[in-house]
């Protein structure tokens, strides 16, 4: 089965509404990281985070290692947070990430 | 900020045809990484490198080779190209275990 499982596979906001995006992951871990891609875009890091709690701007990343999960808090949506967030993890083998497939977000106005 | 540069960034190719991708990295990382990206599949690794040197296979390592001659370059090399081989690539650096993995801007590969 899959290693990492991200849910929701998509979502629909309207621009101002929060949405909390959730990585959950099927063996240990030492770290995770969230991209952001857009449509035939780049691979953007948006957080490193192995473990605790990480801010950045509206974005809130929490990382619980023990339980397997990483979530991903978007607060006050905007349009420009349109793209599919990745959750990838590290298991400790030389930096190799295993992805999962992705929430694809879309911001309304 | 860590830079990845990969080039091309678009290629069309013939089935049966070589193919070479290229990454160069100006940070210093030792750990080097390509994957490519399907809809269906996410982020699959094919190749990784330790150092100057090596070489490793990945997840799906099969019709592709890796080059690694210097710390900053590693390279993607598809022998004999086949149409299931279209993909984008990506080609990311880290220092190992534990640390940040920085991408970048990728590779859009059509065989034909």
């Known amino acids: 089965g899959q290693q990492v499982q991200q849910s929701p596979t998509s979502l629909v906001l309207q621009e101002g509404e929060n949405a909390e995006l959730q990585c959950n992951f099927s063996?240990?871990?030492?770290?995770m990281q969230w991209f952001y891609q857009r449509p035939g875009g780049s691979l953007i890091s948006v957080f490193y985070?192995?473990?605790g709690t990480k801010q950045s701007g509206r974005l809130t990343s929490t990382t619980v290692i023990k339980e397997r999960r990483s979530s991903l808090h978007i607060s006050s949506s905007q349009i420009t947070d349109s793209g599919t967030y990745l959750c990838?993890?590290?298991?400790?083998?030389?930096?190799?990430?295993?992805f999962g497939e992705g929430t694809q977000v879309t911001v309304i106005s | 900020e860590a830079a990845v540069t990969q080039s091309p960034r678009n290629k069309v190719a013939v089935t049966g045809g070589k193919v070479t991708l290229s990454c160069n990295q100006t940070?210093?990382?030792?750990?080097m990484y390509w994957y490519r990206q399907d809809t269906g599949h996410g982020l699959r690794l094919i190749h990784y490198s330790y150092g100057a040197g090596s070489t490793e296979k990945g997840d799906i390592p099969d019709g592709y080779k890796a080059s690694r001659p210097s710390q900053e370059n590693f390279s993607l090399i598809l022998e004999l190209a086949t149409p299931s081989q279209t993909s984008v690539y990506f080609c990311?650096?880290?220092?190992?275990?534990?640390?940040?993995?920085?991408f970048g801007k990728g590779t859009r590969l059509t065989v034909v």
């Open positions: 940070n210093n990382h030792n750990n």
């Open positions: 990311a650096s880290g220092d190992g275990d534990n640390t940040e993995v920085f």
């Open positions: 990838a993890m590290e298991s400790g083998l030389s930096g190799k990430l295993t």
């Open positions: 063996t240990s871990l030492n770290s």
């Open positions: 985070n192995p473990s």
